[in-house]
């Protein structure tokens, strides 16, 4: 097989060429000026993230982890291990552990068997007199229907903080992450639907005082250059980073347009498909594809045929939390939550960033199906 044909996953190549010199030029004004901590990129992308996000703040921040832990701690307040945040196992780690280090106990329940987000009748029968708010995470770029999860955090009384780590510019109905909770944290990890050339991460907030006690937490409890209100830690956001985010950020819109056309190819392609589930995109939700996964029988046969011919896959993820070591502690039996366990044997995430060609689409949507055929076949 010759390595052009490979088809690789995600292809940051295909978003940085085209930028390279704007970008090369930004950083290097940047160093000459030997301001590296906050400044204008900073303030810069503090604002141009909040209008993308049509909310009134966004706080740049060191990674989404940590975007979480501290829009959880503007939100709520440290915890004492005792208050409960209801979230799902199917997501990955850093939920969970923001959770948790924020003094929290993670309540994990299942996924909904079509859109593998938050099944929200699960949330509202796991709400306990300990429930003090929910993390619904945009899983793969689609957001949970926030209304209806709105109507049962009000009816509750308990907050909503988002994990949109993989939803930028995500909607459902005419919201976005943020429009409609108590606050949403992103991260900016290289492979996100928007990335920084390293670790970085946002909180954004409609609300005054979460926004202004977010950004003091991030800075060491700052609220002037001398005065540390509150602890807080060092969670900031690199003016490098900051520098390459504002460029890439006039392009998040036609990336995304370009996800989700190539998700229109692969959805026709492979509607007829046997033994291929194609995703399932809830009528208000505008689906951002921060990955394209399907479901299919004998997944690790299925990607070894597909890497054999060149073609690269993933799985988001393979183990779910309430299966990983580090969270046994919450005492749950893998058929404890039977959707999970059982997606996770079957998701595959195909070969989805901005800049794959209709050919390429092609190439993985056949190779998956011959893939898929052959090793049906074999297992009867
Ligand atoms: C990437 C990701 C995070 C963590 O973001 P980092 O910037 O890597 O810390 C959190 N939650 C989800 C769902 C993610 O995909």
């Not at 970008?23 to 004004?29: E, G, P, Q, S, V």
């Not at 780590?165 to 492979?191: R, V």
Request: include cysteine; glycine fraction near 8%; hydrophobic fraction near 45%.
């Amino acid at each position: 097989m010759n390595s052009m044909d490979t088809i690789p996953l995600n292809d940051l190549t295909k978003q940085h060429d085209p930028l390279r010199e704007e970008l090369d030029r930004a950083i290097a004004k940047l160093v000459s000026t030997n301001a590296f901590i906050g400044g204008a990129p900073v303030r810069q992308f503090a604002e141009a993230y909040a209008e993308f996000c049509d909310v009134g703040h966004a706080i740049p921040c060191a990674n989404g982890t940590e975007a979480l832990r501290i829009a959880i701690l503007a939100v709520l307040g440290p915890g004492n291990g005792t208050c409960e945040i209801i979230t799902v196992s199917h997501t990955f780690a850093a939920t969970a552990e923001a959770i948790c280090q924020a003094g929290y106990r993670p309540i994990l329940v299942d996924v909904d068997p079509a859109t593998h987000l938050m099944d929200l009748d699960e949330v509202d029968a796991a709400c306990t007199d300990s429930t003090i708010a929910i993390v619904p995470v945009h899983l793969y770029g689609q957001m949970v229907d926030m209304n209806l999860l709105k109507a049962i955090a009000r009816r509750r009384g308990l907050a909503i903080i988002e994990d949109a780590a993989q939803a930028h510019g995500a909607k459902f109905g005419e919201f976005g992450p943020g429009q409609l909770s108590n606050a949403a944290s992103f991260s900016f990890f290289p492979g996100k639907n928007l990335g920084a050339w390293g670790d970085a991460g946002a909180i954004v907030t409609n609300d005054d005082d979460v926004a202004r006690c977010a950004a003091q937490l991030i800075d060491h409890g700052r609220s002037d250059k001398f005065t540390h209100t509150r602890i807080g830690c060092n969670a900031r956001m690199d003016a490098i980073q900051a520098a390459v985010l504002n460029i890439k950020l006039s392009h998040l819109g036609d990336w995304n347009e370009a996800r989700r056309e190539a998700a229109g190819w692969y959805g026709s392609l492979l509607a007829d498909a046997q033994d291929c589930v194609i995703p399932t995109v809830a009528p208000d939700a505008r689906h951002v594809f921060h990955q394209y996964v399907v479901k299919v029988p004998q997944r690790e046969t299925v990607r070894a045929v597909m890497q054999e011919a060149g073609i690269a896959t993933g799985v988001h993820y393979p183990i779910p939390l309430h299966e990983q070591p580090a969270f046994g502690t919450l005492g749950l039996s893998p058929d404890s939550l039977p959707v999970t366990h059982e997606l996770c044997q079957r998701i595959l995430s195909l070969p989805m960033f901005p800049g794959i060609t209709r050919r390429q689409v092609e190439r993985v949507a056949q190779m998956l199906m011959q893939a898929v055929s052959a090793t049906t076949l074999m297992a009867v």
